[in-house]
């Protein structure tokens, strides 16, 4: 006859333990290869060098606002009138807003639309959305579906390099963040607001 030994299920525990672990070490370390770095809560990516003499002054103007908005790294309530929400449509409605080109929510008529869904529709409606395929240019933005890292999602393009866009964004692990993204790859992209 066989006694187990008291340490014996002390031991199952731990191992079971360890396994979970490291299970919970591998996913968290695949999730943080593939999600794009705007994301990452550690993400430092420095405002790009933009000459906005080659820009229209709408254009430029976009541009000197969202370089002041990156440094100033205000709370997302500051776009949003004070609501505390996802505020990546918020941001991209005050950048609007401040430069001369308001944008009008289609429920409300507040130059404040809180959501990426109205936003796109806001661009449908005025004969100012881009299905993918379109070229973006500064101050364009770009609208993301659900299949994002975070579901919906919104940010503003600074700087074009062929397919290769740098884009601002507000909400982006709470902050306002630069990312640079291929056009032609991200199948999250559903299309673009032109600026103008």
């Not at 001369?100 to 929510?105: A, D, E, M, R, Y």
């Not at 692990?173 to 032109?194: E, L, N, W, Y």
């Amino acid at each position: 006859m066989s006694i187990d030994s008291p340490t014996r299920p002390r031991r199952r525990i731990g191992r079971w333990i360890a396994g979970i672990l490291a299970v919970v070490v591998v996913v968290a370390g695949a999730v943080l290869w593939i999600a794009p770095s705007r994301y990452l809560p550690w993400d430092t990516t420095a405002f790009p060098d933009v000459d906005t003499a080659q820009l229209t002054p709408t254009q430029a103007q976009v541009v000197d606002l969202l370089r002041s908005e990156h440094e100033q790294q205000r709370p997302g309530t500051f776009y949003s009138e004070g609501v505390d929400e996802a505020w990546c449509a918020n941001f991209v409605s005050w950048i609007m807003r401040e430069a001369g080109q308001p944008l009008s929510n289609p429920n409300s008529g507040s130059w404040r639309i809180p959501g990426v869904y109205t936003l796109t529709e806001y661009y449908q409606d005025h004969g100012r959305f881009e299905p993918t395929g379109y070229a973006p240019t500064v101050g364009d933005v770009v609208l993301y579906d659900n299949s994002s890292w975070i579901g919906q999602h919104t940010n503003i393009v600074v700087a074009v390099d062929g397919d290769t866009v740098t884009t601002v964004g507000g909400n982006e692990s709470g902050k306002i963040r630069v990312h640079t993204v291929d056009v032609r790859s991200d199948s999250a992209i559903v299309g673009f607001g032109r600026l103008a």
